[in-house]
C-alpha cells in the first residue's frame, strides 16, 4: 500500500501545483485587466492599453462597465471604454451602453451608438429607435448606422420617418439602411426621393430601388436614369437590370446611344440580366461599338439572352480584333 502511495503522490503534487498555477495567472490577468482599464485616463500609456484591453476581451468587460458608472471618470475617458466595448463586441454591455443613451454628453451618446451597431445585439434595436430623434445629427447618424448594421426590419418604419432629416447624410444613411433591408412598403416615400437636392441621397434612392425591386420602382428609376450626375445615372441603369420587366428593357434601350461610353457599357450589362430577345438588335449595334469593353459587354449579354436572333449577332464578330470578344462569341455559338 505504501508502495503505491509513493508511486501516485508525485501525480497529486503535479495537479495540485497546476491548479495553483492556474488561479495564480486567472489573478494576474485579472490584476492586469484593472491595471489596463486604469491607463485609459492617461494619455501616455492609453492607446496601447485599448489594445490589451480589446485583445483580453471579455474578460475587460465588467471592469469597463464599472468605469462608465464611476461619476469621477472624465468624458474622453469613458468615450475610449465605449468604443473598446464596441470593439469587444460582448453582449453583456448592451443594457449599460443603452443606457447612455439619455447621457446629456452628446459624445457619450454618439460613442453608445455606434458601440451597439458593432455589438449586433436586436435588443438594442427598441432603445435606438426611442432616440433616433436625438438633438444632435451625430448621434442621430450613429443610431441610423447601427440600426442598419443590425439589419432588424422592425425598425424600417422608424427609418422611413427619418427620410426628411435636414441632414443629408442622415437622408442617404436612412435610404441605404431600407435598400439592404428590401423593405417595399419603403418605395413610394423613396420614389418621391428622386429630386432630392442632394446627389449622394439620389445615388442611395437609385441603389435601395433596385434592391428591394418590382416594377412599382421602375418610373422612379427613369427619372433617376435622366440625373445629370453620371454615377447615379449608371447606378439607376444598374437597379433597372435588376428589375425583368418591359419597361425596364424599353429604358434601358433608349439609352443605348448615349453619347457616355460608360452609359453604354452598362445599358449592355443591364440588358444581358434581363436576357430579353426584343433587345438584341441594341445590343448588336453595342457589339460594334468602338471601345472595347462596350463589345465585350454586348458580347456576354448577346450570349446570355441566347436565342436564335442573339446567335446569329455574335457570328459577325467571329473575326474580331479583339481576342476576348471572338471568344464569347465562339463558345456561345457552339451551346
Known amino acids: 500500500m505504501r508502495s503505491v502511495m509513493f508511486q501516485v503522490m508525485p ?9 495553483c498555477y492556474a488561479e495564480e495567472e486567472f489573478s494576474m490577468t485579472d490584476a492586469k485587466v484593472k491595471k489596463y482599464v486604469s491607463q485609459l485616463a492617461d494619455k501616455k500609456y492609453n492607446q496601447e492599453a485599448r489594445i490589451r484591453l480589446e485583445t483580453e476581451g471579455k474578460k475587460a468587460v465588467p471592469y469597463l462597465v464599472a468605469l462608465l458608472t464611476d461619476s469621477n471618470t472624465d468624458s474622453a475617458t469613458k468615450v475610449l471604454a465605449i468604443n473598446i466595448l464596441g470593439s469587444i463586441a460582448d453582449s453583456d454591455c448592451v443594457d449599460t451602453l443603452i443606457g447612455m443613451l439619455n ?91 428622386t429630386d432630392d437636392k442632394n446627389a449622394s441621397v439620389r445615388l442611395e434612392v437609385a441603389r435601395a430601388l433596385g434592391a428591394i425591386g418590382g416594377d412599382s420602382c421602375v418610373p422612379a428609376l427613369k427619372k433617376l436614369v435622366g440625373d445629370t ?43 444581358g440580366n434581363l436576357r430579353y430577345d426584343e433587345a438584341v438588335p441594341i445590343l448588336e449595334k ?11 459587354a454586348a458580347a456576354k449579354s448577346l450570349a446570355a439572352v441566347g436565342t436564335e436572333r442573339a446567335k446569329e449577332a455574335l457570328k459577325t464578330v467571329l473575326h474580331d480584333e479583339v481576342t476576348r470578344v471572338r471568344h464569347i462569341a465562339k463558345q456561345s455559338l457552339k451551346k
Open 11 to 19: 501525480f497529486i503534487l503535479v495537479i495540485l501545483a497546476h491548479n
Open 103 to 193: 447621457n446629456s454628453d452628446t459624445k457619450l451618446r454618439k460613442a453608445s451608438a455606434a458601440a451597439l451597431g458593432e455589438i449586433h445585439d436586436k435588443k438594442a434595436v427598441t432603445a435606438l429607435i426611442k432616440h433616433i430623434n436625438d438633438k444632435d445629427p451625430t448621434v442621430r447618424f450613429n443610431i441610423v448606422r447601427s440600426i442598419d448594421e443590425i439589419g432588424d426590419q422592425s425598425s424600417a418604419e422608424t427609418l422611413i420617418g427619418i427620410l426628411d432629416d435636414k441632414k443629408h447624410y442622415i437622408r442617404a444613411y436612412a435610404v441605404k439602411a431600407l435598400g439592404k433591408m428590401k423593405y417595399g412598403p419603403s418605395i413610394t416615400k423613396l420614389s418621391e426621393m
Open 286 to 296: 453595342l457589339l460594334m461599338d468602338e471601345y472595347v469593353d462596350v463589345r465585350l
Open 229 to 271: 450626375h453620371q454615377n447615379i445615372k449608371i447606378s439607376a441603369i444598374k437597379s433597372l437590370g435588376n428589375i425583368k420587366s418591359a419597361e425596364s428593357m424599353k429604358i434601358l434601350i433608349e439609352n443605348g446611344d448615349s453619347s457616355d461610353k460608360k452609359v453604354r457599357f452598362h445599358v449592355a450589362e443591364a440588358l
